[in-house]
């Protein structure tokens, strides 16, 4: 048959994809390809119409034929053999005909969630040569009934045909010693053994023959522990296969498969190897991922370098500029949020005047079109990078990818798309805008960069595509090899290669927990925010868009605690109107339908520079004019987008960033009472950042006057520690959840306090799980967290009382490091890992 076989799932559940399966034997593909599910009814159900060729004896698993030959196993559950059969209940046979949806199997999910190993069920297609297996839906819950996988029937050679040289055949009986016998995840081992000879081999019991390659014939066996069976073997290489294979039987007793999984190796071909173990980076966008390293070099554009008369040359250069701008003017209508302000960032630049006006004169110099486009962007780069500031360098960045689709469009070739395989972890030195999105996203599983920072548009779009990745890994990241196991952990910045069998488990495990975590605390996210005593502490969203304000909403955050502002300011010639910066307010604040709205003045300076600002240029950027001194230093800027947060209904507060001095805050408040008094609105609660170690040790002082204060963990800890969290050398060591840091986090919160003063935390440790207990417990009253964390956020403090939050935080002060902070214990649990980070 020709025609493609679409698998309905046979439970209802959440799927997900095989490798995430906690088990090495089915995570590792040992017995064909597929998925899993982890059930919420207790009923299996047939996949599609076919015949019933297997039924365990304990009735965890099915495996049904279908009729273009696809042989599919359903497995209810793993370890589940060792119930012998308690909580199953078979309404099927070996032999009988099914049709589509009919139920199979019924069980008992509670029963089986006490005896089991997991209740994570794969759905393997165990002839998988014959086929291409694709996989339809994964990441989110299933019903009975929906389009699982995709089976397409290839030409491959069936498994089992003879390959070895003809010899004498030789035989060997032994006794099983598999505790459960030869049931789903033996017959992988034993099918993976025997295809690694070339002599046919088989198993024989009672009269009855499996071919040995055969994971299913090999099961159809019903085998069980203490039975003796007849192995058989003929080929050039046939004593060796038997013996390996009664290896097998005979040295499994007492070990589980999975052991006997990390220890069966394939002796032909290794895994490939790397010289590394670990890599620290900088987190940049959350979440956790296994897969296969896939390193992803793109080779330089070439450059005609031979020049035909100027206005040829213009006009090509024109042309191939007005290719790119129509490509990305298509895909701006396609992208919402910050994808789509990427994009119209890249528009942008490509209008720049005064780029243009480099290359014409670059070509009326002699150059081609190609080498003039190249010298007038490379003339650009260079100064970005000669800033030394880590958001000019990503803008750098945006410009080096710019420069690559033009000369992509003068040189004719076509942009090379890498195939991937699954679960793919993309190793890069630095990856382009436009490189990711030509990336098949249901294929990468995220990504692992040598260079590059935690803002750089990059890290914005894999958050915004839920892709975890690492940055700043350094250069040694580009040294694993292609197909390498590696385990990226994009909460912690960490990439871990080639992990033992015992570390992949335990990731696993971790993604289990957190899927099913995850939607326990979206089921009540909508609770107000409070300790398990009943202490109100409210936990709100940071924000920079309208639709992560609806995403904010629909996840529980109870208002914004810090709304960014820049994004209407950067990556322009003139700054944003009065009225187009009250549109884009008022647009978030209609979405957050009445919660509470902290807009943040801009926070611009030498860091981030605008072009319509003449800024002098710092040696060290993050010490110069920056946030509110930019403010100051820009009256006229200030006074617009005052007015424009005044104009917002319903009324916002407002927030000064990088505030060090009383001076300052007194300064901006007497230019929004005048303001208000002339718009007739009553003037709004005006708050601070506290940035800085100067702004938390006289915290008091400020707070005097201020009207709240809502501390930033990003640079405080940088300032703290006097490390640049975005250095490569220095990331790992980068850790807001060092005493020092949580000291003066703790006066912050006194300095609030002693003036009745609202406390929040906004900077990347409000969206840290294990910091929330911390924060609370040093007097914290409120957290604004990345939107996605928001509803674990409100799990975790609800989950503890204000004395163990105020018990650890007193403990965590008096550790030596961030490490020893997070190693402490709390009611018999220790402080998970953070689950991620914001810039």
Request: aromatic share 2%.
């Amino acid at each position: 048959m020709s025609e493609t076989l679409t698998l309905l799932a046979p439970l209802a559940g959440w799927a997900m994809p095989l490798a995430e399966t906690p088990d090495p034997v089915f995570a590792g593909k040992m017995l064909g390809d597929g998925l899993a599910i982890d059930p919420t009814v207790g009923e299996l159900r047939a996949p599609c119409d076919g015949e019933v060729i297997g039924l365990h004896a304990c009735s965890h698993a099915v495996t049904l034929r279908a009729a273009n030959g696809a042989e599919i196993l359903l497995h209810v559950g793993l370890e589940t053999v060792r119930c012998a059969g308690a909580g199953f209940e078979s309404l099927t046979a070996v032999g009988r005909q099914v049709v589509t949806g009919e139920l199979l199997l019924r069980f008992d999910l509670d029963f089986l969630a006490r005896l089991a190993a997991s209740l994570v069920s794969p759905i393997v297609v165990i002839n998988g040569h014959g086929f291409d297996v694709e996989p339809l839906t994964v990441g989110q819950e299933v019903t009975f009934g929906e389009p699982v996988l995709a089976l397409r029937p290839t030409a491959a050679p069936a498994v089992g045909a003879a390959a070895g040289a003809p010899g004498d055949t030789l035989r060997r009986r032994v006794k099983v010693a598999l505790a459960h016998g030869l049931h789903a995840r033996p017959a992988a081992l034993v099918a993976k053994q025997a295809a690694s000879f070339a002599a046919d081999t088989a198993l024989e019991i009672a009269g009855r023959r499996a071919n040995a390659r055969s994971p299913v014939a090999v099961m159809a066996l019903g085998v069980r522990f203490g039975d003796e069976i007849e192995l058989v073997a003929s080929g050039a290489d046939a004593g060796a296969a038997l013996e390996a294979l009664a290896a097998l039987m005979l040295q499994a007793g007492g070990h589980s498969p999975e052991i006997v999984a990390a220890v069966l190796v394939e002796p032909p071909a290794p895994e490939p190897t790397s010289p590394l173990s670990a890599l620290g980076g900088v987190p940049a966008a959350p979440g956790l991922a296994i897969g296969a390293a896939v390193r992803l070099i793109e080779p330089e554009v070439a450059v005609i370098e031979a020049a035909g008369a100027p206005p040829a040359e213009q006009a090509a250069l024109a042309a191939a500029v007005d290719a790119v701008k129509a490509a990305l003017a298509v895909r701006i209508t396609a992208e919402t949020g910050q994808r789509r302000e990427i994009v119209e960032a890249h528009l942008a630049f490509l209008g720049d005047p005064d780029l243009a006006q480099a290359a014409g004169e670059a070509i009326a110099g002699g150059q081609s079109a190609g080498a003039a486009w190249a010298s007038a962007i490379g003339g650009y780069v260079d100064q970005l990078r000669a800033v030394g500031d880590t958001r000019m360098m990503e803008r750098a960045a945006d410009l080096a990818d710019l420069k690559r689709q033009v000369l992509l469009q003068l040189s004719g070739e076509a942009s090379s798309t890498q195939r991937l395989p699954d679960n793919a972890i993309i190793l890069a030195d630095d990856l382009l805008p436009s490189q990711l999105m030509e990336l098949d996203p249901s294929r990468v599983a995220g990504l692992a960069i040598s260079r590059g920072g935690p803002t750089s548009h990059v890290a914005i779009l894999a958050a915004a595509m839920n892709i975890p990745a690492v940055v700043a890994l350094g250069p040694r990241v580009l040294s694993i090899e292609d197909g390498a196991l590696v385990i990226l952990d994009g909460d912690n910045g960490r990439l871990q290669v080639a992990p033992k069998p015992a570390e992949i488990a335990a990731a696993q495990t971790r993604l289990a927990e957190r899927r099913s975590r995850r939607a326990n605390a979206r089921a009540a996210a909508a609770e107000p925010g409070r300790t398990a005593d009943g202490v109100r502490i409210e936990v709100f969203a940071n924000l920079a868009a309208v639709e992560e304000a609806k995403i904010a909403v629909e996840n529980g955050a109870e208002g914004c605690g810090l709304l960014r502002t820049e994004f209407l300011f950067m990556d322009r010639d003139v700054p944003p109107s009065e009225d187009e910066q009250f549109a884009a307010y008022q647009a978030i604040a209609a979405a957050m339908d009445g919660r509470p709205l902290i807009v943040r003045t801009l926070d611009i300076g030498a860091d981030k520079p605008a072009p319509y600002l003449q800024l002098p240029r710092d040696e060290n950027p993050a010490l110069g004019v920056r946030g509110v001194r930019v403010s100051l230093a820009w009256p006229q800027l200030l006074r617009a987008q005052l007015r424009a947060v005044l104009r917002v209904r319903p009324a916002p507060q407002i927030m000064l960033p990088m505030v060090s001095s009383v001076a300052e805050l007194r300064a901006v408040r007497l230019v929004l009472v005048e303001l208000a008094g002339e718009l007739g609105v009553p003037t709004p609660k005006l708050g601070v950042m506290v940035e800085t170690p100067a702004a938390a040790v006289t915290a008091d002082l400020i707070a005097a006057e201020a009207d709240f204060l809502s501390i930033g963990t990003n640079d405080l800890a940088q300032y703290a520690l006097a490390m640049d969290r975005t250095n490569p050398q220095l990331a790992a060591q980068v850790d807001a959840m060092h005493p020092a840091v949580l000291r003066l986090v703790r006066e912050a919160a006194a300095g609030g306090a002693k003036h009745r003063r609202p406390v929040s935390v906004c900077g990347g440790l409000a969206s840290d799980l294990a910091a929330a207990p911390i924060l609370v417990g040093l007097g914290v009253t409120e957290l604004s967290a990345s939107p996605a964390v928001v509803p674990e956020l409100k799990a975790a403090i609800r989950a503890l009382t204000m004395a163990q939050c105020q018990d650890l935080a007193a403990r965590a002060l008096d550790q030596t490091s961030a490490a020893e902070v997070r190693a402490l214990k709390l009611a018999g649990v220790s402080a998970a890992p953070k689950l991620g980070a914001v810039s």
